[in-house]
């Protein structure tokens, strides 16, 4: 039988006999039944009295014969008790961790018929807790076993009757909130979208109530990695779209999805405008925003072609709907806007290399570079079919010079100055003057060339260097000494 259970790290190196633990039974009443029958056995008792024993070989035979039915009784309760600690995921957990206590309660779980749930967590102070009730204080990560009511837990019936997860708390990856999500999609909303017990009423509320929540708590979980993902209500899935087109009550809870639907959408197509609100970004940062744009905008162009999305689309046009055209004009413009972020980062991802090196050189190697730059800003004006706007392209002239004032203020130091070192930061100052004039030069020139060259409607606004000139005075200004 322990050669069908799953193994985990802890368990690895041996099996249960030869682990080096000693062996228990599963039970109290097994363990005191084992201590008499050792006392009785002839080779502990003197030689003389050995024959004297009552019942003589008879008794012995029989005793020897009790301990020898108990040991398979011994490995099938370890076994059993690998199949909950092979689902123990948590972190720093071994076998090691496992105390004689530990063993105790998850024994009690098994044999407790009454008992519906057990919990395995790590506490800093105390090591490995095995409860059958949920932790007082917060944990990072928890173990839980839930048992069907009343049902007997056994090695063939274990993945029938128990059911089994962990929960982790943590930024990273979502942590608790992805916990949840999954729990509830994958346990709680099928359960509850098949319910055939449930009267009508209740579950047309209780539902409604559950696609609010799980669409808000979808939105969440997928923010954090900066994703927007749809949700799909299993319910809308069970029927075809001419039969639910005649549940009311049904469209209702649809429609409040699909406006969850429409409020995301607005969202997505509202950040855009937010970025470009931004005073102190620089163009790798306009890169890395139109690298998770195009990504973002890409994932919901997909889920938009899902047959889940879909058959709702097409429940609620049988419906008429009138939610259903708002959302469809949003639908449109995000995959319109998929195309555009593609495209922008396509062209913009040729300043991607120049700008890595630029900012890992000093002010004084920076000059050299300038005109390459400004050469591939031109390129992008010239080729982009959506970045070539007067707005959009005044905004990079504006990164790029935001992006040479954080390199000068990061290449000058107050301490080093009152350390003494003043010739060194002399020469740091010129070089950041320097630096910014040929930008401003650089800029001047481009301004020039594309005034002649442009016809008036396409042109960029050049005329706005208040940037540059505020970062020549403030440098020139340092050097004198009266900032």
Known sequence: MADDVPQSPMLQGGSAGSSGRPKRSGSTKSRRAREPKAALQPEDLPGDQQDKQPGGDADVGSSVGILTEEEPEDLYTI???????????????????????????????????????????????????????????????????????????????????????????????????????????????????????????????????????????????????????????????????????????????????????????????????????????????????????????????????????????????LSKSSYLQPFSKLAQEIQDGSQQAESNLRFLSLLKQPCEELVQLQPGQVAPKLQHIADLIRIIWDNSPHYNTRDRLTALFHKMSNEMIRLCCRSLSLDRMFQGHVASSKQNLRDCIECCVAWKDIYLQAARIHHRSVVPRRRVNFSDISTADEAEEMLTEFMKGKV
Not at 102 to 130: H, K
Not at 204 to 227: C, E, Q, V, W
Not at 270 to 275: C, I, M, R
């Open 79 to 317: 076994n059993l008790r690998r199949l909950f600690i092979c689902r123990v995921a948590l972190s720093d957990v071994t076998w090691d961790s496992w105390s004689e206590d530990n063993e105790l309660a998850l024994d009690r779980f098994i044999e407790g018929a009454s008992i519906p749930l057990m919990v395995v967590y790590l506490d800093p102070m105390t090591g490995l807790r095995v409860e059958n009730g949920m932790p007082s204080q917060a944990v990072d990560q928890l173990a839980y076993f839930i048992r069907s009511s009343g049902a007997p837990i056994m090695p063939e019936t274990f993945e029938t009757v128990v059911h089994c997860g962990t929960l982790r708390c943590g930024s990273g990856g979502g942590g608790a909130t992805e916990g949840l999500l999954r729990l509830l999609n994958g346990v709680h909303a099928p359960l509850v979208a098949l319910s055939t017990v449930l009267p009508k009423n209740i579950k047309n509320i209780y539902s409604a109530n559950m696609h609010r929540f799980l669409s808000g708590l979808t939105d969440s979980r997928f923010k954090i990695a900066g994703n927007t993902v749809l949700y799909i209500p299993m319910e809308a899935l069970q029927r075809s779209p001419e039969e639910a087109s005649k549940d009311k009550e049904l469209i209702q809870r649809l429609e409040i999805v699909l406006i969850h639907w429409t409020r995301q959408f607005n969202d997505v197509l509202g950040a855009q405008h937010l970025v470009e609100m931004g005073d102190s970004a620089g163009p790798l940062e306009e890169i890395t925003f139109w690298r998770s744009r195009c990504a973002d905008l890409t994932g919901i162009s997909l889920q938009l072609q899902k047959p889940g999305v879909r058959h709702i689309q097409s429940i609620l046009r």
